[in-house]
């Protein structure tokens, strides 16, 4: 496999961590081939809504060096080194998630900022608490995100923290995810100053131009890399920004319609690719 010069960008859940391996979090094949990639020149860049918390821990995993443009971009980091930061203004902040609730009945709403991975507010979500928390983390297994439970400290994030996304969370059912899809175009009317990605039974937001593909462009550019050499992967609505702006664009044959129609072409597995490295 001839891998030098080029860039391999992957998005995580549904992508990298496709299949599912509860435990060793990334399936044998997708692990052979990233290490080999980075093994013959390649350099891997792990392009996810996830922190950086847990993005280290992929790393950790990997045992191969890797650049992260993480929470869609919010974050950048090249060589060990933080490139690029672009946070949320705290301005308004927590009463524009109170109006975007109210209007929309947004079941609740996670946050993500540079002190903590994951905030969880606790009167949002009592029945998580109820019906056993620790229980869904143990399902969850290697992919559960380390969080803090606390309605306190998520807003005092909101209005004075270094907040990188917010998530709304819809529900859990079907309608849920569907509501979702239905309302993000409303979103991005009514809030102009803030970029809106659907994921399902979530909506992610970011400040405006906080996408993956521009991430993407910004630490290209940064270590002057050439567009035409990097190769990205996704499956979800966050990552049809990247799908849509380079011409070497994979998507996961599981992905919705809506996502995969911008990829050139489709895979069942990240180490498929490899097939098109060799030709």
């Given amino acids: 496999m001839e891998a030098k010069g080029k860039v391999l960008a992957t998005d995580l859940d549904g992508t990298l961590f496709f299949p599912k391996r509860r435990i060793r979090m990334l ?15 390649g350099r891997l860049v792990i392009v996810s809504g996830r922190n950086r918390f847990y993005a280290q821990k992929v790393i950790r995993r990997i045992k191969r060096p890797a650049d992260v443009i993480g929470c869609n971009s919010a974050f950048i980091i090249a060589n060990g080194k933080d490139i690029q930061t672009t946070l949320l203004d705290n ?20 946050v993500m900022s540079d002190r903590y991975n994951l905030i969880i507010p606790r009167r949002e979500f009592w ?9 869904y983390n143990f399902i969850q297994g290697t992919y559960k995100e380390p969080s803090i439970h606390s309605d306190k400290l998520l807003h005092a994030e909101l209005k004075h923290g270094k907040v990188y996304k ?65 190769m990205v992967v996704g ?21 919705p319609l809506h996502v995969s129609q911008y990829a050139r072409h489709i895979i069942d597995r990240v180490s498929d690719i490899e097939d098109y490295l060799t030709k």
């Avoid at 308004?92 to 609740?108: A, P, V």
């Avoid at 029945?127 to 229980?135: N, Q």
């Avoid at 529900?171 to 849920?176: L, P, V």
């Fill in 27 to 41: 399936s044998s094949t997708n692990k052979k081939f990233v290490r080999q990639f980075v093994d013959n020149g």
């Fill in 166 to 230: 917010i998530m709304l969370f819809f529900g859990i059912t079907r309608r849920a995810k569907l509501r979702s899809l239905g309302v993000i175009r409303e979103l991005r009317e009514l809030y102009p100053a803030f970029e809106f990605s659907w994921c399902g039974q979530l909506i992610e937001m970011t400040k405006k131009g906080v996408t993956k593909a521009n991430g993407i462009k910004h630490y290209l550019d940064y270590l002057k890399i050439k567009h035409d050499n990097i």
């Fill in 127 to 135: 029945w998580l608490h109820r019906f056993g928390y620790h229980i």
């Fill in 235 to 255: 499956d979800s609505g966050n990552d049809i920004s990247m799908l849509k702006s380079f011409k070497h664009s994979f998507c996961m044959s599981h992905a």
């Fill in 91 to 110: 301005k308004n902040l927590d009463q524009i998630i109170e109006e975007i609730k109210k209007r929309f009945h947004i079941t609740g709403i996670f």
